[in-house]
């Protein structure tokens, strides 16, 4: 399993960015994927996720209305559209994929600032 995170980096508040997660050796359709983010000096938050086989998605209460998790299967790859960006957003986001066990992205910087 490998994941792979790309599409950060620095954006005006109000701005928008979508990060990529590249997945292999699995197909994603068949486990819940989430992003997570983690600020200096916090733990790592749930950001969103999207389950399996009959497909949800949950969002943490400060990204509701503004992000939004999905995924392309012929790509193997999930996606995380941000807009509406606020500086509290900056943080260091993660890929995780439950597939047996967890696994996680090597990560990808947003920050919003002006």
């Known amino acids: 399993v490998q994941l792979v995170e790309s599409g950060g980096g620095l954006v005006q508040p109000g701005g928008s960015l979508r990060l990529s997660c590249a997945a292999s050796g699995f197909t994603l359709d068949r486990y819940r994927m989430s992003w997570y983010r983690q600020a200096p000096g916090e733990e790592r938050e749930l950001v969103a996720a999207?389950?399996?086989?009959?497909?949800?998605?949950i969002y943490a209460d400060s990204v509701k209305g503004r992000f939004a998790i999905s995924r392309d299967y012929f790509k193997n790859t999930v996606y995380l559209q941000m807009s509406s960006l606020k500086p509290e957003d900056t943080a260091v986001y993660y890929c995780?994929?439950?597939?047996?066990?967890?696994?996680w992205g090597q990560g990808t910087q947003v920050t919003v600032s002006s």
């Open positions: 995780n994929a439950l597939v047996h066990d967890s696994y």
């Open positions: 999207v389950s399996g086989i009959a497909p949800s998605t």
